[in-house]
Each structure stands twice: as structure tokens, then as C-alpha cells.
């Protein structure tokens, strides 16, 4: 089939590179120049594991292309995919669906056959039926069909988690969009794949509740993990201890700073949203909003803790800066307002992350960046532990104990079980009495 992807971002370019693949002629389309001209020069713009090897290899194989003109990727493909990125309006919460909308009108403009149009971005209830009147409005004789196709990758994991899905949502209205996407989707019948078709409303609202599950899931065992440390119990046992239950689950169930992200955050509170314009509320969802934004603020307080109290002059190490593991993604990283909340409180700040600096430059302040882990915590007076990289696991505690200025470390991800004590740290966890 031939494929027109609209935005080559984390989701366009790993959905389209996946559907290269799979066989499909791919041409991925954006806007930023300079992300194409450095994709048709073979560099991505993005981290993500593996990606490089699966766009070469397609790129050789002349299956997946990369363009500014989306009037040309449009002209004669099969399906054209809208997954450009949905940001949260500033102070509203609602999302920002201008860069859908926009792209609508150019596939509009540029439409000819009877493609089926796919929403992959994440947008709320009745943005498909927008995107179709865009479209009727400049072609109200052509013959298209929009549907929804929700994205559930992970990154870090993008490329796995497309490939081998735990289900595949089509939300269609009429019988040719839903032939399209199920002949595209047909490599995953060898897996026995679920797929979920249904309206195209619902597959709208099924991205948004499975984040804001997955977000309360978080925000559940964060909240225990406050209560383990008043009573001394420790959160990985409680975790493991509900996780064994089929009906629970064991994942998402690791205690930390609170989640962050380009997905989580943005989508809670546009599920909010949509929530009040129906006059509907999401109880669990808005406590889940508001004890996450409280609990990104408590870390800063839980390092105060740990140095005695007072942060002025002193240096602090944050070792990790990207909203998780194998990724550059810096969008909603916890790690910038426990920053932000530290330099307020006086502190000087020092970070290192494998691969997030350039973007972590992009959004901090006066923070300097080091490429070298023990480098950065070299005379620290504290060190913080963001976000759980394996580099950082490995760190020797040892050589960095000789290092700092204090052996004082916070370790908001729970990475060092019982080493960093017995190395001779005051260590700080989540979830578990201090020090152990
Ligand atoms: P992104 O910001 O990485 O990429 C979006 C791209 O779209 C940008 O490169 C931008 O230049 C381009 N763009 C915007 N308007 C355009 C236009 N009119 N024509 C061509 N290109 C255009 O965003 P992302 O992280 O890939 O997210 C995209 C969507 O997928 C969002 O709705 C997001 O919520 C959803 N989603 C993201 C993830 C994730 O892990 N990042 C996972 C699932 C779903």
C-alpha cells in the first residue's frame, strides 16, 4: 500500500519506518526542514533504540522516503496518516489541535483518489469528525473516509511495541476506511493481534483512558510509597506483593517522582476537559492530575530533607534528565521543576544524562551540563538520582563516594537495592525507610 505519514516525530517516523517494514511504500512528511534533510542524509533527529538500522535498511530498500511537500506524499497514497503532535494549550490544559487541523487542510487541498485519512495523534472525542468536515469543506465531492488508528507505542520501546502490539484500535465509520486499516494491520495476524475496531469516537477515547489508567496506577503506588516510609515497609515488596495478582499486574507499579512526559501529563488533563464539557466528572482522574503535580514538588523537598535543611551554595548532582530511560525526550521531565524548586531553594545544580543534554539544554537554566557522570558529581554536596538509565546503575558508588563532597544521595528511582549504604551513603529512596 502506499502510505503518506504527516509529521515524522517520535510516533510519524517510528509508525512510518514500521510500515516500510512490513512492505508498505512509506513517504514521511514534515514540516521542519532540517528534520528531513538530516533523515535524508540518514542522521535521526530523535533517540530511539534500534531506529537508525530499521530507517536505513528501508531507505535502501526504497520503501520509506522523506519529504517537505506533502501535496506531493498525498497524491496517490493509499492511506494518509495525521500524526503530528497535540500539545497542551498554555493554561487551558485542552489540547492544542491546530497542528491536526492545519494538516487536514493541506491534505484536503492536495487530496485526489479515495484515500482513507487516519488520525494517529492522540485527540479528544469528535476530532475525527472535525478533520472530515475540514476536508468535505474543500472537497465536497471527493471521496475519502477518516478514521482513527490511536498510537500506544512507548519510547525507548517504540519499535518492539509496534511491531508486537498487545492490540491494534481502528475506530472507523463505514466499511472502506475499515478495509484499508485491516489489510494494513494484517502482518499482526500471525501474532494473533487483537484488534479493537469499533466507532471512531470511542478509539478516540480508548487512547485517553488507557493513559489516565496508567497514570492513576503510577500515582497509586506513589502515594503508597509515602505511606511505606512512615511505616517502614518497603514499596518493591508492596509492589510485588499486589503485582502478582493477575487482576492487578505487576507493571506500573515502580515508585518514583511522579510521571512526566509528552503523553501522560498532557492527556489526563485533556481527558479533564473534555470530562467538563460534557458535565461529566473524572473524580479519580483529577486527584490523580493534582497529587502528581504536588508530589513533583515534594521531591525537592525530600532533597532538602536529606542535605539538613538548608540548599544555599550547595552544589547538586542530578544524575538523569530525560522523562525516562532510552529516550531524548525532555517534554514534562520531572527532573525540570525538581530543578527548578532547587535553584529556588538556592542550590547550584549540576546534571549528566547519556543522551537528553542537548534537549535538557534546550529547557534548562543555569544548569551545568556534564558528560561525564563521575565528573558531575565530583564535590557535590548531594547527588539525585532522576531517572533510571543502566548507565547510572552501573555507576561505582565507591569512586563517587571519594568523589563527592558529601556521600549524600536521593535516589528517586530506587536504582541502588542496598549498595549505595553499604558503600557509606545517607541514602534517601522512595518508598523505603532512609538509608536502607
Ligand atoms: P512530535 O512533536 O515528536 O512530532 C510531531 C511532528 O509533526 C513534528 O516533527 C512537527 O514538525 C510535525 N508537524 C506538525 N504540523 C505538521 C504539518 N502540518 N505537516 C507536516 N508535519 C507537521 O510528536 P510525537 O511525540 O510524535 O506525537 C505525535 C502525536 O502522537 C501526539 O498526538 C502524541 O500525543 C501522540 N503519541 C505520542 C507518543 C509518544 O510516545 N511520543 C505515543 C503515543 C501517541
Not at 494518509?80 to 489540547?95: E, K, M, N, Y
Not at 495476524?189 to 489516565?212: H, W
Not at 547510572?392 to 537495592?417: E, H, S
Request: net charge negative; proline share 5%.
Amino acid at each position: 500500500m502506499k502510505i503518506a505519514m504527516i509529521g515524522t516525530g517520535y510516533v510519524g517516523l517510528v509508525s512510518g519506518t514500521c510500515f516500510a517494514e512490513w512492505g508498505n511504500r512509506v513517504v514521511c512528511v514534515d514540516k521542519n526542514a532540517e528534520k528531513i534533510e538530516q533523515l535524508k542524509q540518514g542522521k535521526l533527529p530523535i533517540y530511539e533504540p534500534g531506529l537508525d538500522k530499521l530507517v536505513e535498511r528501508n531507505q535502501i530498500a526504497d520503501r520509506l522516503s522523506f519529504t517537505t511537500d506533502l501535496t506531493a506524499a498525498v497524491k496517490d497514497a493509499d492511506l494518509i496518516f495525521i500524526a503530528v503532535g497535540t500539545p497542551p494549550r498554555l493554561g487551558s490544559g485542552d489540547a492544542d489541535l491546530s497542528f491536526v487541523y492545519m494538516a487536514a487542510k493541506e491534505i484536503a487541498e492536495s487530496l485526489e483518489g479515495q484515500p482513507t485519512v487516519v488520525v494517529k495523534s492522540t485527540v479528544p472525542v469528535g476530532t475525527g469528525d472535525v478533520v472530515e468536515k475540514i476536508i468535505a469543506a474543500v472537497r465536497p465531492h471527493g471521496s475519502f473516509s477518516v478514521a482513527s488508528n490511536p498510537e500506544f507505542l512507548r519510547e525507548g520501546s517504540a519499535i518492539d511495541d509496534f511491531l508486537f502490539p498487545d492490540r491494534v484500535v481502528i475506530g472507523v465509520e463505514g466499511p472502506r476506511a475499515l478495509e484499508a486499516l485491516t489489510a494494513l494491520y494484517s502482518p499482526l495476524a500471525r501474532a494473533n493481534t487483537p484488534v479493537v475496531v469499533t466507532q471512531r469516537r470511542a478509539a478516540e477515547l480508548i487512547k485517553y483512558a488507557a493513559n489516565a489508567f496508567l497514570a492513576t496506577k503510577i500515582t497509586f503506588i506513589n502515594e503508597l510509597a509515602d505511606l511505606c516510609e512512615q511505616v517502614g515497609a518497603d514499596i518493591d515488596d508492596l509492589a510485588l506483593g499486589i503485582g502478582l495478582d493477575h487482576r492487578i499486574g505487576r507493571s506500573f507499579l515502580k515508585a518514583g517522582p511522579g510521571y512526566g512526559g509528552s503523553c501522560f501529563p498532557k492527556d489526563t488533563l485533556a481527558l479533564l476537559r473534555t470530562a467538563q464539557d460534557f458535565g461529566i466528572a473524572l473524580r479519580v482522574v483529577e486527584e490523580t492530575v493534582a497529587a502528581n503535580e504536588a508530589r513533583k514538588r515534594k521531591m525537592a523537598l525530600k532533597v532538602l530533607d536529606a542535605v539538613g535543611g538548608d540548599l544555599k551554595g550547595l552544589t547538586i548532582a542530578i544524575l538523569g534528565l530525560t522523562f525516562k530511560p532510552d529516550t531524548d525526550d525532555m517534554r514534562d521531565a520531572p527532573s525540570i521543576p525538581l530543578i527548578e524548586t532547587l535553584q529556588r531553594f538556592g542550590a547550584k545544580i549540576r546534571a549528566h544524562d547519556p543522551v537528553g543534554m542537548e534537549n535538557a539544554a534546550r529547557v534548562l537554566e543555569n544548569v551545568i551540563l556534564m558528560d561525564d557522570p563521575y565528573e558531575c558529581v565530583r564535590d557535590a554536596d548531594a547527588a539525585v538520582v532522576v531517572t533510571e538509565w543502566e548507565s547510572i546503575r552501573q555507576l561505582n558508588l565507591d569512586l563517587m563516594k571519594q568523589l563527592m563532597r558529601a556521600p549524600i544521595l536521593i535516589d528517586l528511582r530506587n536504582v541502588f537495592p542496598r549498595g549505595a549504604a553499604q558503600a557509606g551513603f545517607q541514602v534517601s529512596s522512595v518508598g523505603r525507610p532512609a538509608s536502607t
